[in-house]
């Protein structure tokens, strides 16, 4: 008889990010499962949606909790959060880059922030939750990166070079985790159309945009499969071109997208 996802990957899943967008998409879908989930985000009005939403529409337990994921402190927020769960299930969604500058245009601390975020964050959520997984001989993780990790850009370097650590940390723990019976996935993704790009302003009809919901539905189908999945076929494209091609090409074409979703020249030049 095949497992199924709550005896899998539950009795709860864990997801940072997870009051809107991509994040809600992948609670919508463990909730359906009858998994019970625990919502992180910085907003609290958002998670207090998002907790409505899913305890009305399904049949879970859902807990949320307004924090900053780049905080010193986040260690000891999650053994606090997490002490009585039993969780099986970690999405870490958080870290989006909004409002692109320049390097040196963006105070250091800025990209002191996207690094604890998208590199200190990934780490220390992976190491507590993981290890009981690895004890309990099941679980899964899926950290998402960004076609931006697999090259630099200009407007987005911090961003682009955390992402890169992501998808190699993926990969690295789905080697050490998958003879324990956890699956590990890089879920990796272009331009998605979110609530929080529509704040940033980003115009999405200037790349290929995907959508929260196909993002969410190929990462859990693909999780147990691969280490690395890079979502729809202009990413895999691009992916592909990115594994080979020169590296000047690259770092022009993803610098050239991305600030053109912004309206941001490229090459840049001092006003």
């Given at each position: ?6 005896d ?31 919502l ?8 207090k ?8 529409e ?131 993704i ?56 020169d ?12 600030a ?12």
């Amino acid at each position: 008889m095949a497992t199924s996802m709550k005896d899998r990957y539950g009795p709860w899943a864990l997801i940072a990010g997870g009051s809107e967008g991509i994040g809600l998409e992948f609670g919508r879908r463990l909730a359906a499962a009858g998994i019970n989930l625990l919502l992180l985000a910085r907003r609290e009005q958002p998670l207090k949606d998002a907790q409505t939403l899913l305890e009305n529409e399904y049949d879970v337990s859902v807990r949320i909790a307004a924090l900053d994921l780049s905080t010193a402190d986040l260690p000891e927020r999650l053994q606090e959060l997490t002490a009585d769960l039993d969780i099986g299930m970690l999405i870490y969604n958080a870290g989006a880059s909004h409002g692109l500058q320049l390097f040196h245009d963006a105070p250091l601390q800025h990209s002191l922030q996207m690094i604890a975020l998208n590199c200190a964050g990934p780490a220390i959520l992976s190491h507590h939750l993981g290890g009981k997984m690895r004890e309990r001989g099941r679980g899964g993780i899926i950290l998402l990166s960004s076609l931006s990790g697999f090259c630099g850009s200009a407007y987005i370097a911090t961003y682009a070079a955390s992402k890169a650590f992501d998808t190699g940390f993926a990969e690295s723990l789905w080697a050490e985790l998958q003879p324990f019976g956890v699956d590990v996935l890089s879920l990796v993704i272009g331009a998605t159309d979110t609530p929080s790009m529509q704040r940033a302003g980003a115009d999405m009809s200037a790349v290929p945009a995907l959508t929260s919901a196909e993002v969410a539905e190929q990462g859990l189908a693909q999780l147990g499969n691969t280490p690395i999945h890079v979502v729809g076929e202009v990413g895999q494209m691009l992916a592909d071109v990115a594994r080979g091609g020169d590296r000047r090409e690259l770092i022009d074409g993803m610098s050239s997208a991305a600030a053109a979703m912004f309206g941001k020249p490229y090459p840049p030049h001092v006003d």
